[in-house]
């Protein structure tokens, strides 16, 4: 008890002049450790007494080092000495601030503030020892490769493409083989992990050294719209970082999951930033600017429970309108398999209403969500249901003859390529199961453009079960349909 009472009175002053003095002196060694290792290269390049080892540094050949980029390594250096270096000038103005108010409190002969354990902790967590932590990850990075004494080529040191082309330290870590230690296969039998990224990241670069350029291990930019943005414009998959992700600062407990699938979440529980709204009551499609354009009601539950809830006794009705033929119900749909249906993929723009639904039916459906002006993901994470944050650049994350059931609607319309639209079908056609089914809810197209698109769906030679056209307008029309991929062998 004596010494916790000894710390705690313990003036916060001295602690941060000893905090100065710890890191004038590790700057310092870092810097003759840095200068050391560099200009000392008998340990770390055998033999360059010799002549001949000395001219394979400078020779471009698989044997020297030419390959080898000393830049990027300088540059991880320097990175670290600029860490500790703002490091140490933060320590010092926080003194200097704290040197300043005991001052004007003993000249006002006022009680000096003393900072209590928790302020304390925060301080030493979020200012000194995640920079602290940064800087050791990457000198821990650093690797000098060695000559093959026996100059076989194959021991060669590679040198990967993308290293020399982007200009964030982040990135070029990211993109540089991963060799394994000791050379011992890993769990998928590889001696060698590659960093992948969306080969337009190379057309976004200034964007993507914008992304990747973060102190690590501290926390991560507020730029998930960055992010969003280089997925799609084919910057997909994104490079990890090595950062930690905010959250709203308000996060309250989720609701239960019989009462989370038809109630809106807390607006604590979402990230506003970024958005023309900071709450769901703002989303309502009651108002006539809620910052999104797609989707427009997806927000209002009461509506929502209504979609694929078509009464069938209404739709045999003589008064049926024509545009009710192309919105099948899902019990219609799980009749056409009864039973068969367990798992499936929604590629819509929506908030989960689809999964939900067939969630009640016991099927297992995960959707795709992007946050085009609005919290799509994360509402329908709090709802209970699984996002698929991917845009259609990117090659489905799912094995072949997989799913019981693909759905899509709103999503591809008149807008899409035939070439792309072709590629995400023959996709969308390698997860599904023989006998899955692919539901196509509402297709919008114009009048002109729908015997092309017709043959996109038509190429595969699913069997029909149903195959509805509808006006949308005098030169648009509605395509949905309910196709079953064939057994194939």
């Not at 980029?69 to 300088?74: F, I, Q």
């Not at 964007?207 to 943005?229: F, H, I, K, T």
């Not at 950062?243 to 607006?267: G, H, M, Q, V």
């Not at 729908?450 to 595969?460: A, G, H, R, S």
Request: proline letters at 5%; charged letters at 25%; glycine letters at 6%.
């Amino acid at each position: 008890m004596e010494a916790f009472f000894c710390l705690a009175r313990c003036r916060f002053t001295r602690l941060m002049v000893a905090m100065q003095l710890v890191m004038g002196v590790l700057v310092i060694c870092i810097s003759m450790a840095s200068l050391h290792r560099f200009y000392t290269t008998d340990p770390l390049l055998p033999g360059l007494d010799d002549s001949a080892h000395c001219a394979k540094l400078h020779t471009a050949g698989a044997d020297g080092y030419a390959s080898f980029d000393m830049r990027a390594l300088s540059d991880r250096v320097d990175d670290v000495l600029v860490q500790l270096a703002e490091l140490q000038d933060k320590l010092e103005a926080t003194a200097l601030k704290i040197g300043k108010k005991a001052k004007k409190a003993k000249a006002h002969k006022q009680q000096q503030e003393n900072m209590t354990l928790p302020e304390f902790r925060r301080f030493l967590e979020e200012e000194v020892i995640h920079p602290l932590y940064g800087a050791h990850i990457s000198l821990r990075l650093i690797r000098i490769p060695r000559p093959d004494p026996e100059g076989e080529d194959d021991a060669a040191p590679e040198v990967d493409p993308l290293v020399n082309f982007f200009m964030a330290e982040e990135t070029r870590k990211y993109v540089t083989t991963k060799g394994n230690r000791e050379g011992r296969p890993s769990v998928y039998g590889t001696n060698r992990t590659y960093g992948s990224i969306g080969h337009a990241c190379v057309l976004m670069r200034r964007e993507l050294d914008e992304y990747m350029s973060y102190d690590v291990g501290a926390y991560c930019p507020d730029d998930w719209d960055l992010g969003q943005r280089l997925m799609l414009g084919g910057c997909d998959p994104l490079p990890r970082r090595r950062c930690l992700t905010r959250a709203s600062k308000l996060f309250n407990r989720t609701l239960p999951i019989n009462e989370s699938l038809w109630k809106l979440p807390d607006d604590g529980n979402v990230r506003w930033t970024r958005y023309h709204c900071r709450g769901y009551k703002c989303l309502s499609a009651r108002n006539p600017r809620p910052g999104y354009t797609r989707c427009v009601g997806c927000f209002d539950m009461d509506r929502e429970k209504q979609r694929w809830m078509v009464n069938t006794t209404r739709r045999n009705a003589s008064s049926t309108s024509a545009l009710s033929l192309v919105d099948f119900s899902i019990d219609e749909v799980l009749a056409v398999k009864p039973g068969e249906v367990r798992i499936g993929l929604d590629v819509s723009v929506g908030t989960g209403t689809f999964a939900a639904r067939m969630r009640e039916r016991g099927v297992t459906v995960v959707s795709a969500a992007l946050n085009l002006g609005a919290p799509f993901a994360e509402t329908v994470a709090l709802r209970g249901l699984v996002p698929l944050y991917a845009t259609m650049s990117q090659r489905l994350p799912f094995f072949d003859n997989t799913m019981d059931l693909v759905h899509t609607a709103g999503f591809f319309e008149g807008w899409v390529d035939l070439q792309l639209l072709d590629f995400v079908l023959f996709d969308w056609d390698r997860v599904l199961r023989p006998g899955g089914l692919l539901w196509v809810d509402r297709f919008a197209c114009a009048r002109r453009d729908l015997d092309d698109y017709m043959y996109m769906f038509l190429q595969f030679r699913y069997k029909k079960h149903r195959w509805v056209v509808s006006f949308k307008s005098k030169e648009e029309v509605y395509l949905s349909a309910l196709l079953e991929k064939p057994p194939r062998s």
